[in-house]
């Protein structure tokens, strides 16, 4: 009797103390819902902001191949006599410089390169340069190879030095491995064409393909990857890898689309292409802003398998960019089969590509490049950001025809770029009649958008096509920049993402990367300038749902759930069947702290707790190259009470409670 009064004692003293709280979040831990997709939280990657060359792109060089138009020497200077030749040994990329001497010992020719922004080299590092070289005439001719500082009061420009000898008639790489004397992050590098003895002589050098690259890349692939950059996405923990783009897939034009049969095979005869972000915003004006295509089809599915990501490319459907250009049909192929054949081969080839045999002729070529396993690609996005009946008759003839042949991709269609409206809707319905896997919708919206939308997944249809919230970010109205007090909401928001597990299968941020020297676009993910990097805030709620995301969605009652277009405490539970945790994760959007009680229905006793706290309660902050680190999740114990966390959540902070069993 006396023990049975005590139990009633001690479960009204804790139903007081839970109702005295400002939000009570019970988690049922008998009855894991839905899986967590294994795809959850990824990133999406758009040679947008400089992301490819001059970000994630290890190349040094800009313009390597003088391949850029109108001027071929865009991103070089050239002094003394230098022609650019058209008959080059790189059938897709034919341009080339020749260097002639001056006739005069005191008369130099040459070539000075800018690099993206300048080039970032750090004292002591090693830096791989090559380039093809011929000396037409024949005879020896040297190259001398600098890195320079020019504008220094110091006596020597260069800082580091080393010399090539060019004695063939025929194109031949010639490599040498310069180590950087300083840390300079807006270096250049010169190249003078001299005499045996170092000095101006007479003759000719031919050179095509010059380029720089760390050799501490990511993974130390040769064409590889900056290490920072990569390092950031491989720590995020993403599940799903979504490339090339965006826009950058559909191009200005149809002849600007990004093709990724141009992007593999050598790198010196990959093509280039004019970055469809160059001239899209005159207000940032970038007409040096080029595909070099380096960091292609390749290097994406092999940096997939590097990150433990599920690989997602998304291929033309025979559509301009609707949003950016022009929407008329004319801008667009033909919809009809043989109309759009071009789009539906590349679409086959790059399934054979990715997955085929070696012996296929796709599959052979992945081979030859280094990765004779397949990729095991499983998902194919069809168009980016389409709408309306342009979309839904090319998208159909495309999608059958890679069904037919493969069954076994699971095919994802788009909504258009609105979140919500006609287009929208008409959008998913289309996708729906032609049973598309997945339906990718975009909403970069500001705060009042997402505090409206704290059921959006809650309605949504459980039969159809599941969701893949392929771009968003948040701002606030007018404030297109990074800034916390934004990001908190995304992860408000995330906790439905997370709660409606059963038919939101990805979620990728966009953009994701932005020179700090050279962006197009913002908010962004990730900063960066030549040497420098800065994870921000956004970065860091993406990478704590990436990192906690569990194995299954725990259903959760909210004492205090906030009705549309208020500020609240918003939450979702998993359960992580791998680490046997508990995982709740809490986003208090109010300008004040909030008490919030975690009860952890089913569970007798917790055996340690402890909790990921980020803060974002300073508005304007955000972390810069200057200061990165300014916003950072931190990790502190947690007092569990028997099955229940009773605890404060700071004003406008993110904080994942991960319990053990
Ligand atoms: O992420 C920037 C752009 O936004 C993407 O290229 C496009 O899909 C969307 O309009």
Redesign the pocket.
């Known amino acids: 009797m006396k023990l049975k009064n005590m139990i009633l004692g001690a479960a009204l003293a804790m139903s007081l103390t839970a109702t005295a709280q400002d939000n009570v979040i019970t988690v049922n831990t008998a009855k894991p819902g839905a899986p967590v997709q294994p795809t959850m939280y990824g990133i999406?990657f758009?040679d947008?902001n400089f992301a490819a060359d001059g970000g994630l792109y290890g190349e040094l060089v800009k313009n390597r191949s003088f391949e850029f138009t109108p001027d071929h020497l865009l991103g070089w200077q050239a002094f003394g006599k230098v022609e650019i030749l058209d008959d080059g040994p790189f059938d897709k990329n034919p341009h080339y410089a020749r260097l002639r001497t001056m006739g005069h010992g005191d008369w130099w020719t040459g070539l000075v390169n800018e690099g993206f922004f300048g080039i970032g080299v750090e004292r002591d590092k090693e830096y791989r340069f090559s380039v093809y070289a011929r000396v037409p005439d024949g005879g020896t001719q040297m190259l001398r190879v600098q890195l320079i500082e020019p504008y220094t009061q110091e006596e020597h420009q260069e800082f580091t030095q080393a010399d090539i000898k060019v004695t063939s008639r025929d194109w031949q790489k010639y490599t040498v491995v310069l180590k950087s004397r300083k840390t300079a992050p807006k270096a250049q590098l010169r190249l003078f064409l001299c005499n045996e003895n170092g000095r101006s002589g007479s003759g000719v050098m031919d050179v095509e393909h010059v380029s720089l690259f760390p050799v501490d890349t990511w993974k130390g692939h040769e064409n590889g990857m900056r290490r920072d950059l990569a390092q950031a996405l491989a720590d995020m923990k993403p599940g799903v890898f979504r490339f090339p783009?965006?826009?950058?897939v559909e191009g200005v034009t149809l002849e600007n689309r990004y093709q990724w049969k141009n992007s593999v095979g050598p790198v010196e005869n990959r093509p280039q292409n004019k970055n469809r972000w160059e001239s899209t915003f005159t207000y940032r004006y970038y007409p040096d802003y080029f595909q070099s295509y380096g960091l292609g089809f390749y290097e994406f599915f092999l940096l997939s398998e590097e990150i433990g990501s599920e690989p997602l490319p998304v291929l033309n459907v025979g559509m301009a960019c609707q949003?950016?250009n022009w929407n008329n049909e004319s801008a667009h192929a033909p919809a009809t089969e043989e109309g759009l054949k071009e789009y539906i081969d590349d679409c086959l080839d790059l399934i054979e590509f990715a997955n085929g045999s070696t012996d296929t002729k796709w599959g052979k070529l992945r081979a030859d490049m280094g990765h004779p396993e397949p990729f095991n690609m499983k998902l194919l996005g069809i168009g980016?950001?389409q709408w309306d009946e342009f979309y839904f008759k090319r998208v159909r003839i495309v999608a059958d025809a890679v069904r037919k042949a493969h069954p076994e991709i699971k095919i994802i269609g788009t909504s258009g770029?609105d979140s919500e409206g006609h287009n929208f809707e008409i959008g998913w319905e289309a996708m729906k009649r032609q049973k598309a896997d997945l339906v990718d919708e975009?909403f970069?919206r500001p705060i009042s958008w997402f505090k409206n939308e704290w059921q959006r997944y809650d309605r949504y249809d459980r039969t159809g096509p599941k969701v893949f919230a392929g771009?968003y970010a948040c701002h606030d109205r007018g404030k297109k920049w990074n800034h916390a007090g934004a990001s908190i909401y995304e992860a408000a928001f995330i906790t439905g993402i997370e709660r409606n597990a059963d038919v939101v299968h990805m979620a990728t941020y966009?953009?994701l990367f932005s020179h700090v020297d050279g962006w197009q676009?913002r908010p962004d993910m990730i900063w960066y300038d030549n040497l420098r990097v800065a994870k921000s805030a956004s970065y860091w709620v993406q990478a704590l749902f990436a990192q906690n995301k569990g194995t299954n969605v725990l259903p959760i009652t909210n004492s205090n759930f906030p009705r549309k277009g208020e500020d609240g405490v918003l939450a979702s539970a998993v359960w992580d069947g791998e680490t046997g945790e508990y995982i709740v994760k809490v986003a208090n959007t109010f300008g004040e702290a909030k008490t919030v009680s975690i009860v952890l229905q089913g569970l007798k006793q917790a055996a340690e707790a402890k909790a990921i706290t980020l803060d974002l309660s300073n508005y304007d902050g955000e972390n810069t190259v200057d200061n990165p680190h300014l916003i950072e999740p931190r990790e502190s114990a947690v007092q569990v009470s028997g099955n229940t966390i009773s605890t404060t959540v700071p004003a406008k902070t993110f904080v994942v409670y991960k319990v053990k069993k």
């Open positions: 999406f758009e947008i783009g965006g826009c950058i949003y950016q980016n950001e770029p975009h970069y771009e966009a953009p676009w």
